[in-house]
């Protein structure tokens, strides 16, 4: 059974601060892991999507990074902004049989609170 | 390119009572997923379909159910509401496996 631990579970930085964010998973057999941003009381928005093959991918000031080896991910914030403060989700797609997609295991997300 | 739609957004149901919820996925995108998002718990995977026809399931009880439609269009239902049924209920759509996976802005049930 697929597991996925964040750490932190919230974090709170001055502004103009570079961060990491941290992700574990405890079964390697994975098609991808995604990384979200939540604002309260909404859905998800897709951040970043690195496929089991990639090391690392890059938008703007994100950057993720995955070791499906040893089961872990980051999320390198650059230069953070207030109007970074959101829950961040890790989400791993575990391989399934058949011609199911697999399903998302969620962490419990990072509380991110940057203030200027 | 439209997003994923949920409907209602906000719903108040009293206990005992059934719910169906709604999700257009985005165009070009057959596989629809259901996930339920509460404090306690965070996000738990309900059901996936794909091609009019679950995949996968997750380990809810037998009250939740969903269907998926020829347009991709999918319901999900929930008899006998219970107090603690009451969550975020969020639909992704995903184009194919090994794709990401996006998320409509969800529908937030409150079970009275």
């Known amino acids: 059974k697929q597991e996925v631990t964040q750490i932190p579970a919230a974090l709170s930085v001055p502004e103009g601060e570079n961060l990491v964010l941290n992700c574990s998973f405890t079964d390697s057999a994975i098609y991808n892991l995604q990384w979200f941003r939540q604002d309260p009381g909404k859905g998800l928005t897709s951040l970043l999507l690195i496929q089991s093959s990639q090391r690392e991918q890059t938008s703007g000031r994100l950057n993720a990074s995955l070791d499906k080896s040893s089961g872990r991910s980051t999320l390198y914030i650059a230069a953070s902004q207030p109007g970074d403060s959101a829950t961040y989700l890790c989400a791993v797609r575990s391989r399934a049989g058949g011609t199911s997609y697999g399903k998302l295991t969620f962490g419990q997300g990072t509380i991110l609170t940057v203030h200027p | ?112």
């Open chain 2, 1 to 112: 390119k439209a997003g994923v739609t949920q409907t209602p957004r906000y719903l108040i149901k009293t206990r005992g009572q059934q719910v169906t919820l709604s999700c257009s996925p985005i165009s070009g995108h057959r596989s629809v997923s259901w996930y339920q998002q509460t404090p306690g718990q965070g996000l738990q995977f309900l059901f996936e379909y794909f091609s009019e026809t679950q995949r996968n399931k997750g380990n809810f009880p037998g009250r939740f159910s969903g269907r998926q439609f020829s347009n991709s269009r999918s319901e999900m239902n929930v008899s006998t509401l219970e107090l603690g049924d009451s969550a975020l209920y969020l639909c992704a759509s995903s184009l194919a496996k090994g794709r990401g996976s996006f998320f409509g802005q969800g529908t937030r049930l409150t079970v009275v």
